[in-house]
T-cell receptor, first 113, second 114 residues
Framework: GDSVTQMEGPVTLSEEAFLTINCTYTATGYPSLFWYVQYPGEGLQLLLKATKADDKGSNKGFEATYRKETTSFHLEKGSVQVSDSAVYFCALSENSSASKIIFGSGTRLSIRP | EAGVAQSPRYKIIEKRQSVAFWCNPI?????LYWYQQILGQGPKLLIQFQNNGVVDDSQLPKDRFSAERLKGVDSTLKIQPAKLEDSAVYLC????????????FGPGTRLTVL
């Protein structure tokens, strides 16, 4: 079945460091890919998405590119801030309306001032 | 627009007791999902409704879990009887039928079974 594998955490970085969180997926079709974020004490929020190969999703300085050839959707940010401390989930959904989302196990990110 | 509402936010029960969670999705969203998120893991789908019909309940432990969405709007998830391993956050999400699936999540209910 479909699955998502993401980089294990926790990841600890200093403020203004470059961030990469790796994510790879297995899917039979051509899924949409997502990054969700869970800030402390809050619910899951969609951070960015990409719906087809070579699409780049971006939001709040974060980016991820849908790479079909490597089945990857790595999350990157050039300069992290303390406010980026959260748990990040890579996820996929088959490209039909109202399809379920399959999540990775999450990566906890902590940013030191 | 108002987001997905869930209650209660926290619940502590003893094993073998019963518990129920409530979810009210975003207005107009036809699809409603219940996920279980165990500490340190990603959310796992328990059940998916489209309007008031069940689309996927393949991972719902039906001997103890039940869910309903009688009028195609709000939904209730019940556990009876609870086990220690049911301790988790129960997330409700909703989505519209249009376009690429984007799910909106509620704040979750944190269940502790003692």
């Amino acid at each position: 079945g479909d699955s998502v594998t993401q980089m294990e955490g926790p990841v600890t970085l200093s403020e203004e460091a470059f961030l990469t969180i790796n994510c790879t997926y297995t899917a039979t079709g051509y899924p949409s890919l997502f990054w969700y974020v869970q800030y402390p004490g809050e619910g899951l929020q969609l951070l960015l998405k990409a719906t087809k190969a070579d699409d780049k999703g971006s939001n709040k300085g974060f980016e991820a590119t849908y790479r079909k050839e490597t089945t990857s959707f790595h999350l990157e940010k050039g300069s992290v801030q303390v406010s980026d401390s959260a748990v990040y989930f890579c996820a996929l959904s088959e490209n039909s309306s109202a399809s379920k989302i399959i999540f990775g196990s999450g990566t906890r990110l902590s940013i030191r001032p | 627009e108002a987001g997905v509402a869930q209650s209660p936010r926290y619940k502590i029960i003893e094993k073998r007791q019963s518990v129920a969670f409530w979810c009210n999705p975003i207005s107009g969203h036809a699809t409603l999902y219940w996920y279980q998120q165990i500490l340190g893991q990603g959310p796992k789908l328990l059940i998916q409704f489209q309007n008031n019909g069940v689309v996927d309940d393949s991972q719902l432990p039906k001997d103890r879990f039940s869910a309903e969405r009688l009028k195609g709007v709000d939904s209730t998830l019940k556990i009876q009887p609870a086990k220690l391993e049911d301790s988790a956050v129960y997330l409700c999400a909703s989505s519209s039928l249009a376009g690429v699936n984007e799910q909106f999540f509620g704040p979750g209910t944190r269940l502790t079974v003692l």
